[in-house]
Nanobody, 123 residues
């Protein structure tokens, strides 16, 4: 199982980025998969999660309406569209696969992690 995150970068406040996470060794449609982020000096937090079970999604309150999680089953890839970015969105973003099909934001539910992609929001 491998997860390869990409798409991070430096963006001005109010800008947008789309993160991608290419999965291999499993089918993204068979598991809950999600995005986490970790800012310097802070705990890693669940940002968004998606599962094929009735197309359920989860968003952290801080990003609801701002971020959109999606997946392309044909490409076996997970995405995170991030709009109206703020300096407080600056963090290392990780994609991860849960060991369950149920949508979850709990770190202990995730057993495989990508390497992270840095998002910096600054003018």
């Amino acid at each position: 199982v491998q997860l390869q995150a990409s798409g991070g970068g430096l963006v001005q406040p109010g800008g947008s980025l789309r993160l991608s996470c290419a999965a291999s060794g499993f089918t993204v449609d068979d598991y809950a998969i999600g995005w986490f982020r970790q800012a310097p000096g802070k705990e890693r937090e669940g940002v968004a999660c998606i599962t094929s079970s009735e197309g359920n999604t989860y968003y952290a309150g801080s990003v609801k309406g701002q971020f959109t999680i999606s997946r392309d089953n044909a490409k076996n890839t997970l995405y995170l569209q991030m709009n109206s970015l703020k300096p407080e969105d600056t963090a290392l973003y990780y994609c991860a696969r849960a060991h369950t099909i149920v949508v979850t934001s709990m770190r202990y539910e995730y057993d495989y992690w990508g390497q992270g992609t840095q998002v910096t929001v600054s003018s």
